[in-house]
């Protein structure tokens, strides 16, 4: 969720303030596109993913600041990742650094992922801990839901007050799937049970939109591919739960704005578009600020000496809106540009699906962002959200509605015109055809057997109960001792047995 709030930034929150900077670097970044000073014609890509820490006994270890000083004290600077807090205590979050991704990136990807990931196991080992890549922690309970299960970083105590004084009242987790749950908060810590992995791909701003859109009309098969998820407060509830967690814990709306239809922070959007500022000036219309003032720039003024602006009360104001693509301003060695930042999906099970799933992505999003006619042009944009609903829910056995093909499974989907379609988006950016090979074989393998990670914790979880005759807790527990088990064994997923 991004970099920490300063105490100086504390020192001066002031809404009327923060609203006229909002607004300065809105003017700003337009400034920016209309000179042409963003960095364009490089596709460099980035990774972030989150990760859950798991007690010997399989419950969350609320232990991130114990994981986090091992890894910092290692001695090791380049080898530590980004590492960093996340939402919960028992969350931490990982960035490796920006590549292109033509040759073998997505092998290089996946080296650096398994580094990062063997690290942070030490650290754990270390602590005491396992760690666990999953979508939502299943052996998170509503009886962990007090104030201990967010981290201490002062970043995540005000975003809490934050949401909960514009909420005014208790948060409700109301979710109705395999089974049911209905649970009120009066903190948003529910939403720490979810952790994801998130794709960037920097864009030339004159193209930002036929990426988004791109994204945006993927996601659904994407969520269909890499559901896992399946479980939250002990019960089975959608294969990504993840995605209805996420809009019901992040929700600032009062109850009178609920009725009235005001727009969740947990967004998909409501139609296509044309250009980057679109998204930031929907930002700044619906959306009030959740977090402090972070700099003293005037971004007019250092425009004007000719640099560059940070930008920052725009990039943290941007980073509440949990869009599930988001459009992202950053500056790297001095170069400014926008990205699209995809949200979309789970963390795990292991380094090679994380990287299967991040080769279906950007093969998928180049190849229909190139298309001679966009996607957005033949296929409706309530369809892409109805899509993505619809993989929430059932995952891989989800039925998807394409241009040209109609209703079908995601299975066949997938195998028959979309894998296809992302080996030529890969081919575009110049990927090894055997990182294709590898990586969407895959998906490939997922699809003919009907395994991904939400399956594979769902068909585990009835052996425990029904074989083992465990109860529903002390299942899920043998589940995740399981799954961290053969996720640090490295093999795909769809290769685990039950």
Not at 126 to 150: E, N, Q, R
Not at 344 to 350: D, K, R, S, W, Y
């Amino acid at each position: 969720m991004g970099d920490e709030v300063t105490g100086a930034a504390l020192r001066h929150w002031d809404h009327p303030a923060y609203s006229a900077r909002l607004q300065a670097g809105r003017a700003a970044l337009a400034q920016l596109l209309a000179d042409r000073r963003l960095d364009r014609d490089r596709p460099m890509t980035g990774l972030e993913l989150e990760l859950d820490l798991v007690e010997p006994n399989g419950d969350p270890a609320f232990a991130n600041d114990s994981v986090l000083e091992h890894l910092h004290t290692s001695g090791e600077e380049d080898a530590l990742y980004g590492a960093q807090h996340e939402l919960g205590a028992f969350n931490i979050e990982l960035n490796l650094p920006p590549r292109l991704l033509d040759g073998a990136g997505i092998s290089w990807y996946e080296g650096d992922l398994a580094a990062a990931l063997a690290e942070v196991r030490e650290a754990g080992d270390k602590a005491g801990v396992h760690i666990c890549p999953i979508g939502t922690m299943p052996t998170l309970f509503t009886d962990h839901m007090g104030m201990d299960a967010l981290s201490r970083t002062k970043r995540y105590r005000i975003l809490n007050d934050e949401i909960m004084s514009q909420r005014g009242e208790d948060l409700r987790i109301d979710i109705q799937g395999a089974e049911s749950v209905d649970f009120t908060s009066p903190t948003i810590a529910p939403e720490s049970a979810n952790t994801s992995v998130q794709f960037h791909l920097q864009v030339s701003p004159e193209d930002f939109g036929r990426y988004w859109n791109a994204a945006q009309a993927i996601a659904g098969a994407q969520v269909a591919m890499g559901a896992n998820s399946p479980y939250l407060f002990g019960r089975q509830l959608w294969a990504e739960t993840r995605v209805i967690l996420f809009e019901q814990g992040t929700d600032t709306r009062r109850a009178k704005q609920r009725a009235q239809g005001a727009k969740p922070r947990a967004w998909f959007g409501d139609r296509w578009i044309e250009g980057v500022l679109e998204l930031f000036d929907e930002n700044y219309r619906h959306f009030a600020p959740l977090l402090p003032l972070c700099d003293e720039e005037d971004p007019a003024e250092v425009m004007a000496d000719g640099g560059v602006p940070t930008l920052q009360e725009l990039r943290y104001h941007n980073g509440t809106v949990y869009r599930w693509n988001r459009p992202v301003y950053d500056v790297h060695l001095g170069r400014p540009h926008v990205r699209v930042e995809n949200r979309v999906l789970a963390a795990g099970p292991t380094a090679v699906d994380i990287c299967a799933n991040m080769a279906l992505f950007y093969g998928l999003v180049v190849h229909f962002a190139n298309a001679p006619v966009p996607i957005s042009e033949r296929m409706d944009f309530v369809q892409a959200a109805t899509n993505f609903r619809s993989a929430a829910r059932h995952g891989i056995q989800a039925d998807q509605e394409w241009p040209g093909v109609g209703l079908v499974p995601a299975r066949e989907l997938v195998l028959e015109h979309l894998l296809p379609a992302a080996a030529d988006g890969l081919a575009t950016m110049g990927v090894s055809g055997r990182d294709a090979e590898r990586y969407l074989g895959v998906i490939e393998s997922r699809c003919r057997r009907g395994v991904n990670g939400a399956t594979w914790q769902v068909a585990r979880v009835q052996v425990a109960e029904h074989r083992q005759r465990l109860e529903r807790r002390d299942a899920l527990r043998a589940m995740v001792l399981d799954y961290a088990a053969r996720s640090a064994d490295g093999r795909p997923v769809h290769e685990w047995e039950v």
